[in-house]
Structure formats: C-alpha cells, structure tokens
C-alpha cells in the first residue's frame, strides 16, 4: 500500500513539474501588470521571475532546433538541455560510420548575460594560449592538441565539438571540416546575439 501511494506521489510531482517547465511566457507574463495595477509588488515580482524564467527556456529551446538531425552526414542521436545555476548548455550527440561527436553549447540560459562573458573571456584565453586558432564561419576558434574544438559567440557563450576518435590537433581538424562548415554555429551565434 506505502509503495501505492508513493507511486501516486511521484506521478502527481512529476505531471506538476512538467505542467510548469511548459508554461509559455505568455502565460508567465500576462498578469504582472494586473498585479502592479493591485499594488501586489511582491507577487508581481514572483511572477516577473517566472516570465524570465518561460522567456529563457523559450529562447534556449529555439537555439537547440539549430542541432539538424544530420549534418554533413554525421547523424544526431540525442540532443538535451541541461540547465544549473543560471547557466544552460545544449548537448547534441551525432554519429557516423561507427564515429561519435558531440557538441557542446555552453553559456547563460537566454542571451548570454555577465557570467556568459566571463566564460567567454575565459574560453579566449584558452584560444590564446594554446591549440591552433582559426575561424570557423567568422568565429573565433581554436582547436587544442587533444582536437577539442571551441568556438566563440559573440554573447560569450562558446560552443565545443569533440570526437573520441580524433583525439590529436590535426586529425580531428581535418576530419570535421565538413561537420565545421556545415553546421550552423554563425545562426546559433545570430539568434543569441
């Protein structure tokens, strides 16, 4: 019976967090000024957070539609948001003739922000302190000896492409020069930009 109602606890949670992650910034938003209009600062604040909140989810959802299901033949085999702290990342993991890549978007959920410009700051070091840099689509890059590639936006937010496979500078660059040029890192950067 215990295990009953613990099954019935957990599915309730479970349907009202999904309920809330789905909420639409229309949603969210609509009644902060009736709120205002009510001098119910307080509420109207809690609620402004909640649109921020639908706003950024939103925002970061468009930007994983840019993770194609297949990309210069490499073909996506999940793709998932992981969001912790103010920070968000979208990770799309592809394949390819028994090869993997996965593709990593690190940055503030939304558009970038303060600590996203301070990853960015700390991902331009990196560029400029080792591994070979270069431009992929107009955007700075680097690629280091182990052939991780990282790729900066505009936003600070910076995105990283590594293959188990390729594992040295010059093999992973010339392996994924196809997968570079054709996935879509210059829309990625103009949509948070």
Do not use: H
Request: glycine share 10%; hydrophobic share 40%; with cysteine.
């Amino acid at each position: 019976m215990t295990r009953i109602i613990a099954a019935i606890l957990i599915l309730s949670l479970s349907a009202c967090i999904e309920a809330i992650e789905a909420e639409s910034p229309k949603t969210s938003c609509e009644g902060i000024m009736r709120l205002v209009d009510k001098e119910k600062f307080k509420e109207a604040l809690e609620e402004a957070r909640w649109c921020v909140e639908a706003l950024e989810s939103s925002l970061q959802g468009s930007v994983a539609s840019f993770f194609s299901a297949n990309v210069a033949g490499w073909q996506r085999t999940d793709v998932r948001q992981e969001n912790a702290l103010g920070m968000g990342s979208i990770i799309g993991e592809y394949s390819k003739d028994g090869k993997t890549l996965t593709v990593t978007l690190i940055g503030s959920k939304g558009s970038g922000g303060a600590f996203a410009g301070a990853l960015g700051g700390l991902a331009k070091m990196g560029l400029m302190q080792q591994g070979r840099r270069f431009r992929v689509q107009g955007l700075k890059a680097s690629a280091d000896p182990q052939g991780q590639i990282t790729i900066t936006l505009d936003d600070g937010s910076f995105i990283t492409v590594k293959s188990p496979q390729y594992s040295r500078q010059e093999e992973a660059l010339k392996a994924l020069e196809p997968f570079l040029d054709a996935f879509p890192f210059a829309d990625i950067n103009d949509q948070r930009s």
